[in-house]
Nanobody, 122 residues
Framework: QVKLVESGGGSVQAGGSLRLSCTAS????????MGWFRQAPGKEREAVAVIDIASGSTIYPNSMKGRFTISRDRTENTIYLQMNSLKPEDTAMYYCAAGRRWSIEVKDYDYWGQGTQVTVSS
């Protein structure tokens, strides 16, 4: 059974930084892709970054390049999201997800964490 547990969300002022963590259990490192997605109130869920657990390769949507960095600790089946220069528009629930397809599409991810709230105040 796959389980994803996120941590690290919170409240921060604009310009600040946060680091999110997500530890996965019940997944194989090989052929598993994990990612961070976010959903703001009234908006669709969108990809922030995804990573190949085995190789460390990453994909960022163009809108997310520059301030967000995804990384992983393969031995711990843990991924991280370093978020810098945060803006109020980054306020959202951030979700960790895992799947078997190399994709930034929400629909391609089968397993989801419970989410961690990030709130950025101006």
């Amino acid at each position: 059974q796959v389980k994803l547990v996120e941590s690290g969300g919170g409240s921060v002022q604009a310009g600040g930084s946060l680091r999110l963590s997500c530890t996965a259990s019940g997944v194989r490192s090989s052929g598993t892709y994990m990612g961070w997605f976010r959903q703001a109130p009234g908006k669709e869920r969108e990809a922030v970054a995804v990573i190949d657990i085995a190789s460390g390769s990453t994909i960022y949507p163009n809108s997310m390049k520059g301030r967000f960095t995804i990384s992983r600790d393969r031995t711990e089946n843990t991924i991280y999201l370093q978020m810098n220069s945060l803006k109020p528009e980054d306020t959202a629930m951030y979700y960790c997800a895992a799947g078997r397809r190399w994709s930034i599409e929400v629909k391609d991810y089968d397993y989801w964490g419970q989410g961690t709230q990030v709130t950025v105040s101006s």
